[in-house]
C-alpha cells in the first residue's frame, strides 16, 4: 500500500503542459529499476487505457492519441518516473495513474483536467 504516489495533475488551458510524477518511494532501487513502467489514464464513463510505456531499458511507447504531445521517463536513482505532457487538449481529461509493468502495483491517481 501507498507504494506508488502520482503528483503534478490539476487544471490547465488547452494547449497547456503539465508533467506527472510518479515516485515509488518505499520501493528500494533495486526493486525498482528491473521493472518497465506505465502510465494509464480513465476518463468519466470510459475504461482505463495505458498512454504511455517505458521499458527497464529505456524503450517507450505511445497511445496514438498521445504520440508527439506526451512523454514518458524514467529516473532510477530518484525512483520516479514522468509523463511530460504538452499540448494538452480537452480529451486529455481523466484521472492519471502510473503502475508497474505488470500492473500489480498502482498509484492512487492524480486528476488533469483541460478546460478553458
Known amino acids: 500500500q501507498g507504494q506508488l504516489v502520482e503528483s503534478g495533475g490539476g487544471l490547465v488551458q488547452p494547449g497547456g503542459s503539465l508533467r506527472l510524477s510518479c515516485t515509488a518511494s518505499?520501493?528500494?532501487?533495486?526493486?525498482?529499476?528491473?521493472y518497465d513502467w506505465g502510465w494509464h489514464r480513465q476518463a468519466p464513463g470510459k475504461q482505463r487505457e495505458l498512454v504511455?510505456?517505458?521499458?527497464?531499458?529505456?524503450?517507450?511507447n505511445y497511445t496514438d492519441a498521445v504520440k508527439g504531445r506526451f512523454t514518458i521517463s524514467r529516473d532510477n536513482a530518484r525512483k520516479r518516473v514522468y509523463l511530460q505532457m504538452n499540448n494538452l487538449k480537452p480529451e486529455d481529461t481523466a484521472v492519471y495513474y502510473c503502475?508497474?509493468?505488470?500492473?500489480?502495483?498502482w498509484g492512487q491517481g492524480t486528476q488533469v483536467t483541460v478546460s478553458s
Open positions: 504511455a510505456a517505458i521499458t527497464t531499458d529505456g524503450g517507450t
Open positions: 518505499r520501493m528500494i532501487t533495486s526493486v525498482f529499476n528491473p
Open positions: 503502475s508497474t509493468g505488470d500492473y500489480k502495483l
